[in-house]
């Protein structure tokens, strides 16, 4: 992983599923704390065996494993089927926990995670805090078993200056949540949904054009909604919500 010093020298980097250590070796060179989260015992074994410097041998299911506390940063090989819960479970430590990860995935999910498809609702919520960039690509036929789909790198760093504070970010994803879910097409359309009557100001009050589509609300533009909303429409119009 690169970034060590922008990351910070007191983090902790958290390996997932590091299968033989291929990667591992290299990480140990560092000379900073690793611990590696593998779930097959037989391959925890095999790695505890290399007796590597500066590394903790963990057999555990990472998406269960309780997390150290401080700092970290997190490299991994994540399965197709569960690495949107891992990744989120990275995230949902905040951006003064989960300094920065460099993550192997599908290279349709990463390009959703950067952009490439438009806006979306996971991104939304978690861009406040987060980037997301593509890193390398690999082809399939790089790996024993061959997979269905060539594989990217995602990178994620926190932002040095959020977009709101972490303190919120609960009901932060509410609301963004909530104009998702009114399946509009423009934020004009979906803040009408939301509350007639004060959609409108709201609007104004964010300087975000009416006719905007949803999907290309940029991050900047969502924390200028959350901001220009309080409470936001959804909670004053949903009393079922307040129970």
């Known amino acids: 992983m690169t970034g060590a ?13 590091p299968g033989a250590g291929r990667i591992t070796k290299e990480l140990v060179r560092d000379g900073h704390p690793i611990v590696a989260v593998e779930v097959d015992p037989h391959w ?52 003064d926990r989960c300094r920065e990860g460099v993550f192997l995935l599908q290279k349709q999910y990463t390009r959703k995670r950067t ?30 078993p061959v997979p269905g789909s060539d594989t990217e790198t995602l ?23 909530d104009v998702f879910n009114t399946s509009r097409l423009t934020i004009g359309e979906a803040a009408r ?23 290309d609300i940029t991050a900047e533009q969502w924390a200028d909604l959350f901001h220009a909303c309080t409470p936001p429409p959804a909670r004053r119009i949903s009393p079922q919500r307040r129970r």
């Open 155 to 177: 990178l994620v760093r926190s932002r040095p200056r959020p977009l709101a504070p972490w303190s919120r970010h609960a009901a932060y994803q509410r609301f963004v949540e």
């Open 115 to 144: 952009g490439a498809y438009g806006g979306n609702l996971f991104n939304a919520q978690w861009e406040p805090w987060y980037t997301f960039r593509r890193g390398l690509g690999f082809p399939r036929q790089e790996f024993a």
């Open 44 to 95: 925890a074994d095999r790695l505890a065996e290399l007796e590597l410097p500066n590394l903790t041998v963990v057999n555990d299911d990472f998406t269960t494993w309780p997390l150290p506390d401080g700092p970290l940063r997190f490299i991994g090989n994540l399965p197709f089927g569960t690495g949107t819960r891992m990744l989120r479970r990275c995230l949902a430590l905040g951006p």
């Open 193 to 215: 949904a939301l509350d007639r009557r004060a959609g409108p100001g709201w609007l104004r009050g964010a300087r975000v054009p009416p006719g905007l589509r949803v999907k």
């Open 5 to 17: 010093e922008s990351a910070g020298n007191d983090s902790v980097t958290v390996e997932v599923g």
